[in-house]
């Protein structure tokens, strides 16, 4: 899964639909995410999936009111979108994400 | 039609899942939350054999892969109503209806809740179960733990380490917890304990301000400050929906010996939810590995049973 940070966030989510997930690496739930993201990820090749690390990318997770680990949001040509949730999800409601 | 379907994605679930797979059986494991189970809220496993201190989460993880790459489908579905008396087992969720040979019950346990008023729209928004999880959203404020077992111990020590003040309330004055933890909880001068007492009320607006809490013994009530409240007064099962072609204890666990055979022919259970004495990590993936081999053999001879009777 794409790492973003800082310095490459503007320039990764730029085109098309990007999935970003902000967790820490001290969360269970950020961890247990990882293999439905890879599914998802390997299943819709369209959607660019990445994730912060929100205890070293502080700026970035208060810039998206990131409140609760893991929080998903989905950004669309480098735009923000309404598509945010946090917690443990399935690939089905990462799929209805972008639907 | 799948040949098991597996209800739960817990520790005895996904054993069960990879058993079923590598029997050669195609299986479905429905799961209404997320897989792991209670599992994914220790922090370091120390009695699981051959991998002392591995995260609950990683564990999960490990055991979630490793049904996945064996075949085993992993669907997240509320289950609606069960059919599990005749030969074709039906299972009925918000997204249709699975039919299977055989059937799995793993739906392992619940957190207990305190039964205060109210306490239900606090979940997730100042009540947490998991302190592994959630203790960092905690930092530098005051919480209370409610319990007096290993786990509410062991939360309140990671708590202390994070937190301003962290308080035990437990109803007696006895702790079932391992006393050499006890007494690391005890050395810790941010932790205060109200023992023989139980909350009352939980007091709050738009968050948890405090807690109300009444002495057992001469009645007093105390009001305490809080952010924050974590509940380990252990678990409880959830097999309603099973009842009653399933056969439950009065406690609700379903009867089952070691075998994980349950009245119902084709129909077996594993793990914590199975009546048993010893409820651990490993012996959820024995009755996972009990189940799986159970079903898979009552397959067989369904299958033998009706080529006789085909004769």
Redesign the interface.
């Known amino acids: 899964m794409l790492k973003l940070t800082n310095r490459n966030f503007e320039k990764e989510i730029a085109d098309g639909l990007t999935m970003v997930i902000f967790g820490?690496n001290?969360?269970?739930?950020c961890?247990?995410l990882?293999?439905i993201a890879e599914e998802f990820s390997i299943k819709h090749e369209n959607v660019k999936v990445g994730k912060v690390d929100a205890d070293s990318e502080k700026e970035l997770a208060d810039l998206y009111k990131v409140d609760?680990y893991p929080t998903i949001i989905i950004f669309k040509d480098g735009r923000v979108t309404d598509k945010k949730m946090s917690g443990?999800q399935?690939?089905?409601?990462l799929e209805n994400m972008i639907a | 039609m799948t040949d098991i379907i597996i209800i739960g994605a817990g520790t005895a679930g996904l054993t069960a899942a990879i058993y079923g797979a590598r029997a050669g059986l195609s299986v479905k494991v429905i799961e209404k939350?997320?897989?792991?189970g209670q599992i994914?809220?220790t922090s370091s496993i120390e009695n699981y054999p051959g991998m002392p201190g591995i995260?609950?989460?990683?564990f999960?993880?490990a055991l979630?892969?490793q049904a996945?790459a064996l075949g085993a489908q992993i669907l997240?579905e509320t289950i609606n109503s069960v059919n599990l008396s005749s030969d074709t087992k039906a299972i009925t969720t918000s997204k249709g209806v699975h039919e299977a040979k055989a059937v799995i019950i793993a739906t392992g346990a619940k957190p207990r809740m305190l039964g205060v008023s109210g306490e239900e729209k606090w979940v997730g928004r100042g009540i947490a179960f998991?302190a592994?999880?959630d203790a960092?959203?905690y930092k530098g404020k005051a919480v209370a733990v409610v319990g007096g077992g290993n786990v509410a111990i062991g939360d309140a020590l990671l708590l202390s380490d994070l937190c301003r003040k962290v308080t035990i309330i437990h109803r007696s004055e006895n702790f079932e917890a391992e006393r050499m933890q006890l007494e690391q909880v005890r050395a810790k001068e941010n932790v205060q304990f109200i023992t023989n007492s139980n909350v009352k009320e939980i007091v709050g607006a738009d968050k948890i301000e405090g807690l109300i809490i009444e002495n057992k013994i001469d009645f007093q009530i105390t009001e305490i400050p809080i952010d924050g409240l974590f509940i380990a007064i252990g678990f409880e099962p959830d097999n309603l929906l099973f009842a009653p072609e399933v056969n439950l204890d009065e406690k609700g666990y379903i009867i089952a010996g070691e075998d994980c055979k349950t009245n119902l022919p084709g129909v077996f259970v594993a793990g914590d939810t199975r009546t048993k004495a010893v409820r651990q990590i490993v012996t959820a993936a024995n009755d996972g590995s009990i189940s799986a081999l159970a079903a898979s053999e009552y397959i067989n001879n369904s299958v033998k049973y009706k080529e006789v009777a085909s004769c």
Do not use: H, Q, V
Not at chain 1, 90 to 93: K, N
């Open positions: 820490t001290w969360c269970g739930f961890k247990m990882e293999p609760a443990m399935s690939i089905e409601s | 939350a997320f897989y792991g994914i809220s995260n609950g989460a990683d999960a993880i979630y892969n996945k997240y998991c592994t999880c960092p959203l």
